[in-house]
């Protein structure tokens, strides 16, 4: 039976540039990792495609993938971080990769974003320095690089940075809070459409919950019944487990740089694993 890992990283996330310091660092050396062992790297759009149809074929050859979350200008600027220097993005890491890998197939990413314009503006002064680093104008030409997909991670992250939204004592920080037909519609659906208007592409069919959390109602009612008529066809949560064909297809799992590996001994024993 296939077990396929999804490896999620944040851009953002640097205090430093060693690899423990570093998402950004750590991508780099970890695409090398994952290619000397010998695994393909699929999109997260091919990775739910064939788990649904063709599951067998994920046990064809080890598979991995690869994702970002929240969607800043990190994931396709190369920006000078404040206390750690010059950055390369996550678009221009695998650039590098691919230059220095010819005659291997591409690795692709799956960068989840918020959609609001709005909340990315208000989270880009709160949450990182106030620079206007958190965009969409990238989304397009992300998605015509053929490196990166672009996917929901909601409508604004229910941050707890963020002022009230909609309905009255919703608790925000969490997204376990997300519970009924108008709040999923706000964060989930009204996200979907956004994104797959703005930068068309596979990963529009993609959702990952912010804070990795999800709840009966969104996992057992919403996305079964909304899916289709919004153009889901698959959800992510951050539960440290391997995608595999008994894996619930709202509730997706995915290994979380820092809290699941941060150490290329780490992620040499995931891959162990996932090959057993």
């Avoid at 495609?49 to 074929?57: G, N």
């Avoid at 691919?98 to 591409?106: C, I, L, N, V, Y």
């Avoid at 709160?126 to 015509?144: S, T």
């Amino acid at each position: 039976m296939p077990k396929v890992p999804i490896l999620t990283y944040h851009a953002s996330d640097i205090r430093g540039n060693a690899y423990g310091e570093s998402d950004l660092a750590a991508l780099a050396q970890d695409l090398e990792h994952v290619s000397r062992e010998g695994f393909r790297v699929l999109a997260l759009s091919a990775i739910a495609h064939l788990r649904l149809a063709s599951p067998h074929e994920l046990d064809s050859q080890p598979t991995v993938g690869f994702s970002c979350d929240d969607g800043t200008d990190f994931d396709f600027h190369d920006l000078p971080h404040p206390v750690a220097g010059p950055q390369r993005s996550v678009l221009n890491t695998l650039r590098s990769f691919h230059a220095s890998h010819p005659g291997e197939p591409q690795a692709r990413i799956t960068s989840f974003v918020i959609a609001s314009p709005a909340a990315r503006e208000a989270l880009d002064r709160a949450c990182l320095v106030g620079k206007g680093w958190w965009n969409d104008a990238w989304w397009p030409q992300a998605v015509a690089s053929g490196l990166m997909e672009i996917a929901s991670h909601s409508w604004d992250h229910n941050h707890d940075a963020l002022e009230p939204g909609p309905g009255a004592g919703v608790r925000r920080g969490t997204f376990r809070s997300i519970d009924s037909e108008d709040l999923a519609d706000y964060q989930i659906a009204q996200s979907v459409l956004h994104v797959r208007a703005k930068a068309p592409n596979a990963g529009a069919s993609l959702f990952a919950y912010p804070y990795g959390e999800t709840n009966g109602f969104l996992v057992g009612d919403y996305l079964p019944r909304r899916a289709a008529s919004i153009g889901l066809e698959a959800a992510f949560t951050t539960e440290p487990e391997f995608v595999h064909p008994g894996s619930q297809r709202w509730a997706l799992p995915r290994f979380v740089f820092r809290r699941d590996w941060s150490s290329p001994a780490e992620l040499a024993r995931i891959l162990r694993e996932a090959r057993r």
